[in-house]
């Protein structure tokens, strides 16, 4: 594999990070409120991530998308946890104000557990994303050698969007967080919550009447 290939997938792998969808919504969601929170539902969104990669280089997600039925159901449960999840944050923003004169960060649910359940959202909003694996198998073998090991390559290119998806979500928490004291305050938190509710609720519909 030249380093001639290896710089093409790495501008491929970067514009598709780039490029907002639904792991960008909900890593979005929680940066603005909260750094640390950022940060675990972009590592939930990259343990996803990897899970595709492991499974294109055993051969599993070929498989799974040559089955029109399998592929449909993967597609139709990802469509609908992210409707679950668009319409659960556009309920959250509907809710009244707590009467407990508290800040908003501190009315909020309790500390204890939410990492795990943030964790847990954005892996299974990666995981069942049928469009991320059907990047390792249509995008990436673009870029591997025929006449080498394949599994290896798959590894190794995988590998490599796994740590430029580090690299770039790390930005976009750092960057996003900056947002955090502003979105402490109810208004703003309100439109942040309609604005990534209702476009994961377009991302899992568009999935839905997608080919």
């Given at each position: 594999?030249?380093?001639?290939?290896?710089?093409?997938?790495?501008?491929?792998?970067?514009?598709?990070?780039?490029?907002?969808?639904?792991?960008?919504?909900?890593?979005?969601?929680?940066?603005?409120?909260?750094?640390?929170?950022?940060?675990?539902?972009?590592?939930?969104?990259?343990?996803?991530?990897?899970?595709?990669?492991?499974?294109?280089?055993?051969?599993?997600?070929?498989?799974?998308?040559?089955?029109?039925?399998?592929?449909?159901v993967?597609?139709?449960?990802?469509?609908?946890?992210?409707?679950?999840?668009?319409a659960?944050?556009?309920?959250?923003?509907?809710?009244?104000?707590?009467?407990s004169?508290?800040?908003?960060?501190?009315?909020?649910?309790?500390?204890?557990g939410?990492?795990?359940?943030?964790?847990?959202?954005?892996?299974?909003?990666?995981?069942l994303?049928?469009?991320?694996?059907?990047?390792?198998?249509?995008?990436?073998?673009?870029?591997?050698?025929?006449?080498?090991?394949?599994?290896?390559?798959?590894?190794?290119?995988?590998?490599?969007?796994?740590?430029?998806?580090?690299?770039?979500?790390?930005?976009?928490?750092?960057?996003?967080?900056?947002?955090?004291?502003?979105?402490?305050?109810?208004?703003?938190?309100?439109?942040?919550?309609?604005?990534?509710?209702?476009?994961?609720?377009?991302?899992?519909?568009?999935l839905?009447?997608?080919?």
């Amino acid at each position: 594999m030249s380093a001639g290939t290896l710089a093409v997938f790495i501008g491929v792998v970067m514009v598709a990070y780039v490029v907002p969808g639904p792991d960008w919504m909900v890593i979005l969601r929680y940066s603005a409120r909260r750094r640390s929170s950022g940060f675990v539902a972009a590592i939930g969104v990259q343990c996803g991530l990897a899970v595709h990669m492991t499974a294109a280089a055993l051969g599993v997600s070929t498989a799974l998308l040559h089955s029109s039925v399998a592929f449909t159901v993967l597609k139709l449960v990802g469509a609908a946890y992210l409707v679950y999840l668009g319409a659960q944050a556009l309920w959250k923003s509907w809710k009244s104000e707590p009467s407990s004169g508290k800040p908003a960060e501190e009315a909020d649910e309790p500390v204890a557990g939410r990492p795990l359940r943030i964790f847990r959202q954005a892996f299974l909003s990666n995981v069942l994303n049928p469009k991320a694996a059907l990047f390792f198998v249509s995008v990436l073998p673009q870029f591997i050698d025929r006449d080498a090991a394949v599994a290896p390559q798959v590894l190794l290119l995988g590998g490599l969007d796994i740590a430029l998806g580090v690299l770039w979500w790390g930005l976009f928490v750092l960057l996003t967080a900056r947002l955090s004291g502003l979105m402490r305050r109810s208004g703003p938190r309100k439109v942040l919550d309609r604005v990534t509710g209702t476009a994961l609720v377009g991302l899992g519909g568009a999935l839905v009447i997608s080919s």
